[in-house]
């Protein structure tokens, strides 16, 4: 148990501590940012049938040069009155269905109009099929669509419709409980006492989790007591999937989460992880919820829950890859070689580069406010200099 993890290693274990919750079936316009259960599979084709890409007229190509005499309209939604005999042509518009004959669409400007005769002014389609989306261009029926544990963006939710889907299956969002701990810490805005200072990790967790799949429940604090904290982690427990403790994880005579999850019949998954910042995290679980212990240095606390946290919430939502992406850009200045854990660096995006910021201390909030993103440098990594490549996590 004293041995520290890899990261790797404790965000596998922290997954296998919770099954993704069971699916549940929304409204179309409850998706966005929701993970499929189930596969989605086309129920009709897209388009069902040819449309036209253009306002113009459908012709036959072998007719071209022309003159055709125009024998009808076919306006977006409606059907064809009949099918397009030789040296015909109809009126058409964009998305409406080309008549049975037609294999070319000429757009308007090309042409010109005297009565019913239609009169090629221009260069012409070009090509048979010219203009026209052909039938099932874009997906036929029975084709994959989305697969289960992707993403519902605004494009995945307009496939799934147009193919035919009304309700589909989502995992169920897990509830979150914050839980804030330490004497030191006063509420957001209240005069903090001689070694006090305001609480800004609750704040800060809940604005992360504000567009993630999840539903915020209770977010409290408690003092170092851990009688107290223990009673509270059993009451928070029985009504949330997941709590999120900050503050108390480390080996101090006043940190008491460890000790409060075992007086709440919890069991300990695993402590510490090799990492910077963020070595003291615990994970564990207290009846069928999920405990996750995040160090109280706000750059810690951040650090941690974008590693361990958010990608638990997308897990147990189902998502089909939860964890953070990894990119890389240049450096753009130098790193000394790497430690013993795994460093995860306050940096920013500079035209095009990634530039570690100047300070790293956890405890300081302007580094984390100041950084758009934290630059991963492995354990025993080898010093590089400007221009080498860099693997990132984007967080702004």
């Not at 274990?13 to 296998?16: G, V």
């Not at 004497?183 to 209240?190: M, N, S, T, Y």
């Given at each position: 148990m004293?041995?520290?993890?890899?990261?790797?290693?404790?965000?596998a274990?922290?997954?296998?501590l919770q099954?993704?919750?069971?699916?549940e079936?929304?409204?179309?316009?409850?998706?966005?940012?929701?993970?499929?259960?189930?596969?989605?599979?086309?129920k009709?084709s897209?388009?069902?049938?040819?449309?036209?890409?253009?306002?113009?007229?459908a012709?036959?190509?072998?007719?071209?040069?022309g003159?055709w005499?125009?024998?009808?309209?076919?306006?977006?939604?409606?059907?064809?009155?009949?099918?397009?005999?030789?040296?015909?042509?109809?009126?058409?518009?964009?998305?409406?269905?080309v008549?049975?004959?037609?294999?070319?669409?000429?757009?308007q400007?090309?042409?010109?109009?005297?009565g019913?005769t239609?009169?090629?002014?221009?260069?012409?389609?070009?090509?048979?099929?010219?203009?026209?989306?052909?039938?099932?261009?874009?997906?036929?029926?029975?084709?994959?669509?989305?697969?289960a544990?992707?993403?519902?963006?605004?494009?995945?939710?307009?496939?799934?419709?147009?193919?035919?889907?009304?309700?589909?299956?989502?995992?169920?969002?897990?509830?979150?409980?914050?839980?804030?701990?330490g004497?030191?810490?006063?509420?957001?805005?209240?005069p903090?006492a001689?070694?006090?200072?305001?609480?800004?990790?609750?704040?800060?967790?809940?604005?992360?989790?504000?567009?993630?799949?999840?539903?915020?429940?209770?977010?409290?604090?408690?003092?170092d007591d851990?009688?107290?904290m223990?009673?509270?982690?059993k009451d928070?427990?029985?009504?949330?999937?997941?709590?999120?403790?900050?503050?108390?994880?480390?080996?101090?005579d006043?940190?008491h989460?460890?000790?409060?999850?075992?007086?709440a019949?919890g069991?300990?998954?695993?402590?510490?992880?090799?990492?910077?910042p963020?070595?003291?995290?615990i994970?564990?679980?207290v009846?069928?919820?999920v405990?996750?212990?995040?160090?109280?240095n706000?750059s810690?606390?951040?650090?941690?829950?974008?590693?361990?946290?958010?990608?638990?919430?997308?897990?147990?939502?189902?998502?089909?890859?939860?964890?953070?992406?990894?990119e890389?850009?240049?450096?753009?200045?130098?790193?000394?070689p790497?430690?013993?854990?795994?460093?995860?660096?306050?940096?920013?995006?500079?035209?095009?580069?990634?530039?570690?910021?100047?300070s790293?201390?956890?405890?300081?909030?302007?580094?984390?406010?100041?950084?758009?993103a934290?630059?991963?440098?492995e354990?025993?990594?080898?010093a590089?200099?400007?221009?080498?490549?860099?693997a990132?996590?984007?967080?702004?």
């Open positions: 004293n041995a520290l993890l890899a990261v790797e290693t404790a965000q274990r922290l997954f296998a099954a993704p919750r069971p699916y079936e929304i409204s179309i316009f409850e998706l966005f940012g929701r993970y499929l259960s189930q596969d989605v599979i086309a009709r897209q388009p069902a049938a040819p449309l036209s890409a253009m306002d113009g007229y012709i036959r190509f072998n007719d071209l040069p003159p005499r125009i024998v009808g309209e076919v306006a977006a939604g409606s059907v064809p009155p009949r099918a397009l005999a030789a040296g015909e042509a109809f009126r058409i518009f964009t998305g409406a269905m008549p049975a004959g037609a294999d070319t669409v000429v757009v400007e090309d042409v010109a109009v005297d019913s239609l009169t090629l002014t221009g260069e012409g389609p070009g090509a048979r099929g010219r203009h026209i989306r052909a039938a099932g261009g874009d997906f036929s029926t029975g084709d994959l669509l989305l697969e544990g992707s993403l519902l963006t605004p494009g995945a939710i307009a496939a799934a419709i147009m193919g035919g889907a009304a309700r589909v299956a989502v995992g169920s969002l897990p509830r979150v409980a914050i839980l804030t701990t004497d030191e810490l006063v509420a957001p805005g209240a903090p001689p070694g006090q200072i305001p609480d800004s990790n609750g704040a800060m967790l809940a604005a992360m989790l504000a567009h993630q799949p999840a539903r915020l429940g209770d977010i409290c604090h408690i003092g851990r009688a107290s223990s009673q509270l982690i928070l427990a029985r009504r949330h999937d997941v709590i999120v403790t900050v503050g108390g994880a480390s080996v101090g006043h940190d989460v460890r000790g409060a999850l075992a007086d019949d069991r300990l998954d695993f402590w510490k992880i090799a990492m910077r963020g070595k003291p995290l994970a564990g679980t009846g069928d919820a405990l996750l212990g995040l160090p109280g706000p810690s606390a951040f650090v941690t829950a974008t590693l361990f946290l958010l990608p638990l919430l997308r897990h147990l939502a189902g998502a089909g890859d939860p964890l953070p992406r990894i890389y850009a240049p450096l753009g200045a130098p790193l000394g790497g430690g013993a854990r795994r460093d995860y660096l306050r940096a920013r995006r500079v035209g095009g580069a990634i530039v570690p910021l100047d790293q201390d956890s405890g300081q909030t302007m580094p984390l406010a100041n950084a758009d934290l630059l991963v440098r354990i025993d990594a080898a590089a200099e400007v221009g080498a490549p860099a990132y996590i984007a967080i702004a």
